[in-house]
């Protein structure tokens, strides 16, 4: 890569607007829904960018992991911060417990992702035993579930069930036959397909954005796209965005810290 090209990706990473409301348009409410979930109504994809955290830059401390979520016309939806434990953070990064507060432009928070320690992560035969299958809870408003995600066990790709507040099955999500990450995996496309009620039919995708040489290089900051029928019902579509997270936390968190 060229001069020019590594200097465009380190102002990129150092730019990084999604803590300065100054510089961050937000999407406005849709009118006559209350709810917190409104926002994802009319939307039909989804943009989550991890912001840069300097201390694990400059002393390699990881700290709370921090989100901005946008549509896709960069208008931020919400922005999401980590609470969890800094043992488990350093010590075990891909299985650690965690609560994800999803807040708005007020600081309200409408969105609670709950996720327990697990013994181990990543591999999919791990999930057929329930001390390793990854699972994580989505609230809304925070303390009333609304639905999960769940591993499932399989022999070759992740595979994970997404279930609403009812523990019924409404989509499931495959993984690449191959996950990638780091400075090098420029040409890799880390796509996880969303297939609907039968299990065939493809509806959506998670992806994994290849960040630049030197953000994979020297942080943790990903940046995934969520896509997803704009006639899914809001629910489902937060326990979709808790699908990401999820798998963001269970197999690329350690690849970043390499």
């Known amino acids: 890569m060229n001069r020019a090209g590594l200097i465009a990706q380190a102002n990129q990473m150092l730019n990084n607007n999604i803590l300065n409301p100054q510089q961050i348009r937000w999407m406005d409410k ?8 409104a926002y994802l109504k009319p939307l039909d994809s989804l943009v989550v960018k991890q912001t840069l955290s300097l201390t694990e830059l400059m002393v390699g401390i990881p700290g709370s992991a921090k989100y901005g979520i946008f549509n896709n016309k960069n208008e931020q939806v919400y922005y999401a911060f980590e609470e969890s434990d800094l043992c488990q953070r350093a010590y075990c990064p891909q299985t650690r417990r965690f609560d994800l507060h999803i807040v708005d432009s007020a600081n309200q928070e409408l969105i609670r992702l709950r996720r327990e320690f697990k013994c181990c992560s990543g591999c999919c035969w791990f999930a057929c035993c329930g001390g390793c299958s990854q699972e994580i809870m989505v609230e809304s408003p925070p303390g009333t579930v609304i639905g999960s995600v769940t591993q499932e066990c399989s022999c070759w790709r992740i595979h994970y069930t997404l279930k609403d507040e009812r523990d019924n ?11 990638c990450d780091g400075p ?3 040409c890799c496309e880390n796509k996880f397909t969303v297939y609907g009620t039968d299990g065939a039919t493809e ?3 998670i992806y994994k954005k290849y960040a630049g040489f030197i953000a994979e290089s020297m942080t943790s900051s990903d940046t995934f ?11 489902m579509k937060a326990v979709a965005l808790g699908a ?7 197999h690329f968190v350690e690849n970043r810290r390499r």
């Open 244 to 250: 990401l997270f999820l798998i963001d936390f269970s």
């Open 225 to 235: 796209t969520l896509q997803m029928p704009v006639d899914l019902s809001v629910r």
């Open 184 to 186: 090098y995996a420029c």
């Open 203 to 205: 509806v959506g995708a």
């Open 30 to 37: 849709p009118a006559g829904d209350p709810s917190g979930l």
């Open 169 to 179: 099955p409404v989509l499931k999500i495959v993984g690449p036959g191959c996950m």
